[in-house]
């Protein structure tokens, strides 16, 4: 069935540096991959995404990578600060309204 | 207005209660989902509605009844639940065929 990996599960960088989160998809029809960031006890927050005919996105310190033939894409995050601690979760779409959805990494910015 | 609205925030209920859970949203979004979310989850998929008609049901226990009124009203009725079912419900919104999503900020439901 379909599936979608997420790694890490959890991950501490400090202040400033960048930080990285990697998926892995199953079906190859999937064509749409967004990301969303949801804080303790709020809503998930729709923070970047990207279509199956681009290889790359960017909005200021956030970036997203697809790799189709490898079924991989990662959401790259430079510069972090603390407001950036959360728990972000990628997912892949196929089929319009329904998102598989990874299971979450928590990302943590130490001061 | 870019906000999906939920009501109440919180809500506690006894097993044998009927209550209701209420989205709205002023986006113009012809789309509109529930979602379970437990603990350290990814948000589950319960319900999808499509022009205000019901398009997908992953299969979602009957005690839970979504509703669709209006293009900007979306409920959940809720009876006879489980203690398991204690959860945050999340409402979203999107554009029919456009795939972003736009969550609410949740109901967090706890079954006693």
């Known amino acids: ?111 | 207005d870019t906000e999906v609205t939920q009501t109440p925030k919180h809500l506690v209920m006894g097993m044998t209660n009927k209550k209701s859970l209420k989205c709205e949203q002023h986006m113009g979004h012809r789309a509109m989902y529930w979602y379970k979310q437990k603990a350290k989850k990814p948000p589950e998929l319960m319900f999808v509605y499509s022009y205000e008609k019901l398009s997908i049901n992953e299969s979602v226990p009957s005690r839970f009844s979504p509703e669709c009124p209006n293009s900007s009203l979306l409920n959940l009725h809720l009876h006879a639940l489980q203690p398991e079912d204690s959860a945050l419900y999340l409402c979203a919104s999107s554009q029919v065929g456009g795939p972003e999503a736009f969550f609410g900020q949740g109901t967090r439901l706890t079954v006693v």
């Open chain 1, 1 to 111: 069935g379909e599936n979608v990996e997420q790694h890490p599960s959890t991950l501490s960088v400090q202040e400033g540096d960048s930080a990285v989160i990697k998926c892995t998809y199953s079906d190859s029809a999937s064509n749409y991959f967004p990301w969303y960031k949801q804080e303790l006890g709020k809503r998930p927050q729709l923070i970047i995404d990207i279509r199956s005919n681009v290889g790359e996105k960017k909005d200021q310190r956030i970036a997203v990578t697809l790799n189709k033939t490898a079924k991989h894409f990662s959401l790259h995050i430079t510069e972090t600060q603390p407001e950036d601690s959360a728990v972000y979760f990628c997912a892949a779409s196929k089929r319009v309204y329904k998102y598989i959805f990874g299971t979450g990494t928590r990302l943590k910015v130490l001061a």
